[in-house]
């Protein structure tokens, strides 16, 4: 299949990185969510990343232009009926994407593929919200998206080998590496890197060393370009415990327990670079 127009849910960070990649790309993309303002912060922010391209002579203003013109805004999901491929890139709860998939269900054509951008949550639960599972898929980016190459493309149990080949098509002309794997908790990323950056939270929690020491050993050390728990701040703290206990519930084993002074900080509404403190301080 030949995906031309994609529509977007969520123009948060990583819902604003993915229209800017796929508009770049070429795609006409539809930037959905539930108010003008999210999408109007998040169009600021693909207009800031497109102007640091042409200020560093990467891009030309006109084209930077052409990229922003192939973005449209859209608060009314019924906006969905004429994309062939639907990337949704929501609030990481269940119910709310479920939801999302049954209504994108009944509202797309029967050709479009309906991808989840989750980063832990399972693709077949997710599928059997609709009547099409063969065409749910799971297309997992990094954050940044512009500056991260990979994307982890997730089958579900029934992905059909044609929607995977188109994922797989259309990743490549994102310019970014797709990776596949099926569908287990947390999937290979997260499954990996959680349990490193809980690990690093319990080697605070146990006075073993400060946030600062913890970094420089695996910067310096392992030549991580941040340290784990710079980069637990960069994703944010509540994103990270949500995903430990994806992981914890999902295999049900104590391995993946999430530390508590994990949990204190989320409590303290210490969330990260976004609240302004985590680990550390921001302004
Ligand atoms: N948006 C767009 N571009 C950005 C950016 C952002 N938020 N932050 C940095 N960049 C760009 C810069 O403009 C710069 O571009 P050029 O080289 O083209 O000029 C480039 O990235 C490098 O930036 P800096 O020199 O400012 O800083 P750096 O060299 O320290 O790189 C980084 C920044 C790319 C974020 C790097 O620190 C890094 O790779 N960190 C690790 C990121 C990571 O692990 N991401 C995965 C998180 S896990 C995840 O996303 C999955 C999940 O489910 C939780």
């Given at each position: ?19 800017q990649?796929?508009?770049m ?21 693909i207009n800031k990343n497109l102007q640091r391209q042409v200020?560093?002579?990467?891009m030309?203003?006109?084209e930077k232009?052409?990229v922003l ?215």
């Amino acid at each position: 299949m030949n995906v031309q127009k994609v529509m977007v849910v969520g123009a948060g960070q990583m819902g604003s990185g993915i229209a800017q990649v796929c508009a770049m790309a070429g795609f006409e993309v539809i930037l959905h969510d539930m108010k003008t303002e999210f999408i109007e912060r998040g169009i600021n922010n693909i207009n800031k990343n497109l102007q640091r391209q042409v200020d560093k002579e990467r891009m030309s203003s006109a084209e930077k232009e052409d990229v922003l013109n192939r973005i449209s805004q859209s608060v009314d999901l019924q906006n969905a009926e004429k994309v062939d491929l639907v990337i949704e890139a929501a609030v990481e709860n269940m119910e709310i994407k479920k939801a999302l998939f049954a209504q994108l269900d009944e509202i797309t054509p029967q050709h479009t593929i309906l991808a989840t951008n989750t980063s832990s949550l399972p693709i077949t639960e997710i599928a059997a919200a609709t009547k099409r599972p063969e065409k749910v898929i799971g297309m997992h980016f990094m954050n940044p998206v512009p500056v991260m190459k990979l994307v982890e493309i997730i089958r579900g149990l029934a992905t059909a080998d044609e929607v995977y080949e188109t994922i797989e098509n259309m990743t490549n002309k994102l310019s970014k590496v797709p990776v596949e794997v099926n569908d287990f908790p947390g999937f290979v990323s997260n499954r990996i890197l959680m349990p490193m950056i809980n690990e690093a939270i319990f080697t605070v929690y146990e006075g073993v060393a400060t946030p600062e020491a913890i970094d420089d050993v695996m910067k310096l050390g392992m030549n991580h370009p941040m340290g784990p728990l710079t980069l637990a701040d960069f994703i944010g703290l509540d994103t990270c415990l949500y995903i430990m206990e994806t992981l914890h519930e999902g295999f049900g084993d104590d391995k993946y327990r999430p530390c508590p002074l994990l949990r204190k900080y989320v409590k303290a509404g210490w969330l990260g670079r976004k609240s302004g403190r985590g680990f550390y301080t921001y302004e």
